[in-house]
């Protein structure tokens, strides 16, 4: 078992439901990402977070919003979403450093209805 | 932007067979190469990391190459057993925490 937790493992909502997924690491890493894992295409990177402050934003749509209130804690906060986000949402970390191996969680199934 | 391609999609062999996984990828400037494994439905797990300055990494019966100039890694896994059969992804790493993916081989090892 990696030392990356994801809650909940599976989620159902509509379209005008609010959710959100968390991710906590126990490694003592100061980076943490999100990727999204679309049926059929390659995982995509979402937000980098470094030492809490957000590196990255890979173009995603505001209905995605993260937070990431200390260097062990990640959320992604969820929307009015669309159908075709429905998709696997990976959290990751590592050290803060770019040469860093990335450690994944199980990740979260998320549907859209 | 960093294209990574793995060839082949899907690979099915026969216990005891060695597997010969392939990826490429079009900007040599990466700061590492990682290969995963994926079980269906579940998260990454890390099986190798080659930093830049290696040539390849080894672990049990796992070997990994890297060919930063023309562009290709390749995983090795010796003596094939069923419980090898999962989806393996090969990611390049930028020096700004960026990972980028390929789509991954479905590798099936039949009993």
């Known amino acids: 078992e990696t030392g990356v937790t994801q809650t909940p493992r599976h989620l159902v909502m509509g379209m005008t439901n609010k959710k959100s997924l968390k991710c906590e690491q126990h490694?003592?890493?100061?980076?943490m990402y999100w990727y999204k894992q679309s049926a059929k295409k390659p995982l995509e990177l979402m937000f980098v977070?470094?030492?809490?402050?957000?590196?990255e934003n890979n173009s995603v749509p505001s209905r995605f919003s993260p937070e990431c209130p200390n260097s062990s804690h990640l959320f992604l906060h969820l929307h009015t979403l669309q159908p075709e986000d429905s998709a696997l949402y990976l959290c990751?970390?590592?050290?803060?450093?770019?040469?860093?191996?990335?450690?994944f969680g199980p990740g979260t199934r998320l549907t859209v209805t | 932007k960093q294209e990574v391609t793995q060839i082949p999609a899907a690979l099915s062999v026969p216990e005891g067979e060695n597997l010969v996984l392939n990826c490429s990828f079009t900007?040599?400037?990466?700061?590492?190469l990682q290969w995963f494994r994926q079980d269906p439905g579940k998260g990454l797990t890390s099986l190798l990391l080659?930093?830049?300055?290696?040539r390849e990494q080894t672990s049990g019966r796992l070997n990994a190459s890297l060919d930063k100039s023309s562009g290709r890694s390749t995983l090795y896994i010796a003596a094939s057993q069923p419980g090898d059969s999962a989806t393996y992804l090969c990611?390049?790493?930028?020096?700004?925490?960026?990972?980028?993916f390929g789509a991954g081989t479905t590798v099936t090892v039949r009993a």
């Open positions: 990751a970390s590592s050290q803060a450093s770019g040469s860093a191996e990335q450690y």
């Open positions: 490694l003592g890493h100061n980076a």
């Open positions: 977070y470094n030492f809490k402050e957000q590196t």
């Open positions: 900007d040599s400037a990466i700061y590492n």
């Open positions: 080659i930093q830049s300055s290696q």
């Open positions: 990611a390049v790493g930028a020096n700004d925490y960026k990972l980028s």
